[in-house]
């Protein structure tokens, strides 16, 4: 934006011009951080109103006007929370199905995609065409066959149906990977093969420990992903004490309406662990989704 | 779908001189296996399917021919209404969503400081599990008792239904749809900050107004991740069912059914299996036939070079 | 036993993951393990007994702890079996146990509602006949209504433990407040709007903040304003959905003029504010209990709740009021709260053991029915003397209005049509649709499925 060069270290007096631009400047500043505070304070205010209500007696959930700043704190909608349901086999449970998700997802995802990026055989491209064609089937159509196919197997009210397509690789995440593939030097491969490395060598000792920043990037892709994921075990998880957190939350709707203190504080104790693992995560986060596949 | 990374070694007949494609179908084959089972099996099965009666507890299929289609397209209105409100539902989140996420990118792409904790806040929404964002939209958005109409009444605004309204009901999915879209900022983000400051010193040299730099230098090259948020919104707001099964199971008076959930409650709550694989069948062309003509329409524009 | 069962289930798992891929193979004691640590048991320890596994939706509070007393009964009068309870959402439990049916893993028992018998038209249930007859279990000592309700096609598919009344409630402090003699609810629709009308408290911008009436309100079914409006469900003779259409358009016009008279969108504010999962009934806030409402029809299982909730509230019940020129109106429906013993489940006779259990012991009558305010199924629990000493509710629901109520039939494609009801009078409310028409295309859409559903 600048063009203008500000009196440089004000060793000399600035004209008007610049002074007004630099007003100007600081005035273009101030509405910027005016209109982006406000929208960031409302797109922060349901996880406070979540985190208010946790901690509000049920009296105070119902009180007009409406208080952001509880009135009287109720930590004890915690310790309720977990006790309504058996919430702690559900956060196992999620813990359980996120872990080895995101195991299948980087192990099957790495080594496709150093398959597609830096093997070169015939067939790869129209493949690869094919990888990127199934990312445009909805679930829902695979979603009947699949679950017909898993009852007939016994995998019903298992993890299996959830686990095991994920050691297969799936589309966006082969794609991500092998974009990032692309860009490693080709003269590594090459200095290896001349090493007598097999192709296994270069991809073991080559490509995926250059490859950790996209690996990482799938993997913290893969882990909210499952920790979010509501279709699938809704469709898969019939038995109550295979629930996933996702599903098991609908169960503060019982018989007596919603205990909205309670689920609150449920909702909150379900988002803390990805607001956590985000801030350990934040920068391979960003560079993940920039890393998308965007740059030509 | 997006652009594709080029091998430069990538010639013709290249596979003769190098590598046996034994190496490639190793490295792949997992995924030839994964395709196979859990995409070309449930593809065909379902379309066998969508030509039969059966339900969830007998999973004998028994073929019915087209009477699954015939009735689809010719007595039941709950089609045509979930058709059309999905697509109003992603046509209408594709524009806010879109036109609110770069305009938030290009305020953060200007340089401004704390940057890092904007970024996280208008990710931030990205991190609530889906489940409980609804449950909290669902208490936000409450007439009497919630924060939205709190706050409204607080200026003096008598706040809307929200949810419980067929007036309100579709856009206040939408605008929790755009709360939820922080994925796009980081991405339009990305693409500000590759933009050459060259070519705006340039522009300005040359006397360039704002509006015409952002149409005639931002916009043209910021097509390929326009390009990319277009396509993957779009197939997935046509697919979008786990909120509005929370929210509103596509009430009130089915002013939010959208496909994905009127699908899901013939599979599952009627289990009409067979009926709701022909409905997954349209679904899959509708995405198909979408996906085609925003390919068609938009690639043309995209600019990859800089 | 826990833990032995634990080592069961994931035995089990890794068996049936022996078909699988290579891949698969070697995911199956992980996922064994992920499942199988079950915290919601909460059955006796046994010995050599066999499990029954029984699913309920009584999760907390005062009806879980009498569930809870009565499974504990099951097992001290059947030490042969060990009942392990597991707590499913109640407005999941019927989806989910089919689902789990069709997965090979239903529970062995599960509490739900007269109307899922018609799962029996799929196969999704066990034919009890055969308990029956080889238990000789007295089938005359169940009310008419409620004995046709556990049958499918002649045979019994489901023991019921009690029947639902609905009562029409009426609080007589609002009435007094209003120069209503609150000896003297409305007994037609007419006077039901009449005297409704009297107890409205509106703002002036149209908010509702008081209401005498409304039959939108939540918990007000659709199917027991049909009954009141005269119309059937079923036609035994042709075995299809039949309803009096022009009751329907009668009853959908008159849902529309409570749309006129308040504003549509003041009635959803209200009934979204409190309704459903909003304000609950077992909160001293709730909406029944702070005189919210005046008149509104729900189930005799709210009675208790009221005691509970709403000590100081003066309130009666009366049979819902009915249509007065209607033949064949009748005060409401009647359900049965039915346990079912799922097709392929593991232990059916375990299964069955419960069901009769839970419909025809005295225990369960006195401490698991009476608590939850539900009359008995069975008549000669019903005289027992603490049900007629339990409260005015007991001897209304049991000699006045059961007899005159319409059985809601057990039917396939209840639930269908259960939503093609409530669309109607929600297309009629707010986009203005013609009762004729739409009735006539709910009605039509609803017999296709019972055909579907026969196959």
């Given at each position: 934006m600048a063009v203008l060069q500000p009196a440089a270290n004000g060793r000399r007096a600035m004209t008007v011009e610049e002074r007004n631009y630099l007003l100007l400047q600081r005035l273009r500043s101030l509405i910027k951080h005016a209109v982006l505070i406000t929208f960031g304070i409302a797109f922060m205010l349901p996880f406070v109103w979540m985190i208010s209500s946790s901690v509000k007696p049920n009296i105070d959930i119902f009180e007009i006007p409406v208080r952001l700043i509880p009135k009287s704190l109720r930590l004890e909608n915690y310790i309720d929370a977990t006790n309504a349901i058996p919430f702690w086999q559900y956060l196992w449970n999620s813990t359980y199905y996120t872990i080895f998700a995101t195991i299948g997802a980087v192990l099957s995802n790495t080594f496709i995609a150093y398959g597609f990026a830096r093997v070169r055989w015939r067939g790869r491209n129209v493949l690869f065409i094919i990888v990127i064609a199934t990312m445009m089937l909805p679930f829902q159509v695979r979603m009947i066959p699949l679950y017909i196919l898993f009852a007939r197997i016994g995998w019903l009210n298992s993890f299996l149906p959830l686990i095991v397509p994920n050691f297969f690789g799936n589309a966006f995440y082969i794609f991500l990977m092998r974009q990032f593939m692309m860009t490693l030097p080709k003269e590594l491969d090459d200095a290896a093969r001349i090493d007598g490395a097999s192709e296994w060598g270069i991809f073991w000792r080559v490509a995926v420990p250059l490859s950790k920043p996209a690996i990482l990037t799938v993997a913290i892709f893969e882990i909210i992903h499952t920790w979010h994921d509501f279709i699938g075990p809704l469709v898969y998880l019939r038995h109550p004490t295979k629930y996933t957190l996702s599903i098991g939350l609908r169960l503060y709707f019982t018989q007596y309406g919603a205990e909205w203190g309670l689920l609150m504080a449920a909702a909150a104790m379900f988002t803390i662990p990805m607001v956590i693992f985000f801030f350990f995560a934040q920068r391979s986060f960003i560079e993940g989704i920039t890393l998308t596949g965007l740059k030509g | 779908m997006f652009k594709l990374k080029r091998d430069?070694?990538?010639?013709?007949?290249?596979w003769r001189t190098d590598n046996l494609p034994a190496w490639g179908l190793f490295f792949v084959a997992p995924w030839i296996i994964g395709f196979v089972a859990f995409t070309v099996y449930p593809f065909f099965a379902s379309l066998y399917y969508s030509f039969t009666n059966f339900n969830i507890i007998n999973l004998t299929p028994r073929w019915v021919g087209l009477d699954n289609y015939v009735e689809l397209f010719t007595a039941d209105p709950l089609f045509w209404t979930s058709i059309s409100n999905s697509i109003r539902y992603a046509a209408l989140l594709l524009v806010f969503a879109t036109v609110f996420d770069i305009f938030i990118a290009y305020l953060l792409s200007q340089?401004?400081?704390f940057l890092s904790i904007y970024r996280t806040i208008f990710f931030f929404p990205v991190l609530v599990p889906v489940v409980a964002a609804s449950l909290t939209w669902i208490w936000i958005l409450n007439?009497?008792?919630?924060l939205m109409n709190g706050l409204l009444d607080l200026v003096g605004i008598k706040g809307p239904n929200w949810l419980a309204s067929p007036d309100t009901a579709m856009y206040s999915l939408i605008f929790i749809g755009v709360w939820g879209s922080g994925r796009q900022v980081i991405v339009y983000l990305s693409g500000f900050n590759d933009i050459p400051r060259q070519l705006y010193e340039a522009a300005d040299i040359d006397g360039a107004s704002g509006l015409q730099k952002f149409w005639r230098i931002t916009l043209p090259l910021l097509s390929p991740q326009i390009f990319f948020n277009v396509v993957t919104l779009i197939i997935f707001s046509l697919q979008s069912f786990s909120e509005v099964y929370i929210m509103t199971q596509g009430g009130p008076a089915n002013s939010t059914l959208l496909y994905a959930v009127n699908l899901y409650n013939r599979a599952f709550e009627d289990y009409a299996m067979g009926y709701a694989s022909a409905l997954a069948w349209i679904m899959f062309l509708l995405i198909l036939g979408l996906t085609l003509i925003i390919f068609k329409f938009l690639s043309g524009h995209v600019i990859y070079e800089r | 036993m826990t833990e032995r069962n634990e080592k069961q289930i994931s035995r089990r798992d890794m068996l049936k993951m022996l078909g699988g891929s290579a891949a698969g193979l070697s995911l199956a004691k992980i996922a064994g393990l992920g499942g199988g640590a079950a915290v919601l048991m909460r059955g006796m320890p046994a010995g050599a007994q066999s499990k029954v596994e029984i699913w309920t939706g009584f999760g907390q509070g005062r009806m879980a702890d009498a569930m809870q007393g009565a499974i504990d009964n099951f097992a001290v009068e059947n030490p042969e079996f060990a009942p392990e309870h597991i707590i499913v959402p109640w407005g999941e439990i019927h989806d989910r146990v089919i689902a789990a049916t069709s997965a090979g893993s239903p529970p062995d028992a599960y509490r739900g509602w007269a109307w899922i018998v018609g799962d029996a038209a799929i196969g999704a249930?066990?034919?009890l006949q055969p308990y029956v007859d080889a238990q000789n279990v007295d089938l005359m000592d169940f009310w008419p209504a409620t004995l046709n309700q556990m049958k499918f096609q002649g045979d019994v598919h489901a023991m019921s433990i009690s029947t639902i009344v609905n009562f029409m409630y009426y609080n007589k402090d609002r009435m007094r407040e209003g120069g209503l003699d609150p000896d003297s609810p409305p007994t037609s629709i007419a006077e039901l709007d009449a005297m409704g009308a009297e107890l409205n408290d509106i703002a002036d911008d149209g908010e509702i903040l008081r209401l005498g009436f409304s039959p939108t309100l939540p918990n007000a079914q659709v199917w027991d304003w049909g009954a009141a409006f005269g119309s059937q469900y079923w036609d035994e003779a042709e075995g299809n959905i039949a309803l009096d259409e022009e009751a329907w358009v009668e009853l959908l016009n008159w849902y529309k003029s409570y749309g006129d008279k308040f504003g549509v969108e003041n009635l959803a504010a209200y009934r979204s504010t409190y309704g459903g999962n909003g304000?609950?009934?077992?909160?001293?806030?709730g909406i029944y209990y702070t005189g919210l409402i005046s008149f509104w029809v729900i189930g005799s299982w709210l009675f208790n709740d009221m005691g509970e909730y709403g000590p100081d509230v003066d309130f009666g019940v009366a049979p819902i009021p009915t249509v007065e020129d209607a033949e064949d109106a009748t005060p409401g429906t009647s359900i049965g709260n039915m346990y079912f013993v799922p097709a392929n489940c593991a232990n059916p006779d375990g299964g069955f053991a419960f069901a009769n259990y839970m419909s025809s012991s005295p225990f369960v009558a006195i401490n698991k029915a009476l608590p939850d305010s539900v009359m008995p199924s069975r008549p000669s629990l019903a005289t027992l003397p603490e049900v007629e000493e339990e409260g005015a509710w007991t001897v209304l629901a049991r000699d006045e209005i059961l007899p005159n109520t319409l059985e809601r039939p057990s039917f396939p494609g209840n639930g269908f049509l259960g939503r093609a009801l409530n669309e109607s009078v929600e297309n009629v409310m707010f986009n203005d649709a013609d009762p004729a028409t739409v009735i006539a295309d709910a009605v039509a859409r609803s017999r296709r499925e019972v055909e579907r559903m026969r196959g």
């Open positions: - | 430069p070694a990538d010639q013709p007949n290249s340089n401004v400081k007439p009497r008792f919630g | 249930l066990t034919n304000f609950g009934r077992n909160s001293p806030q």
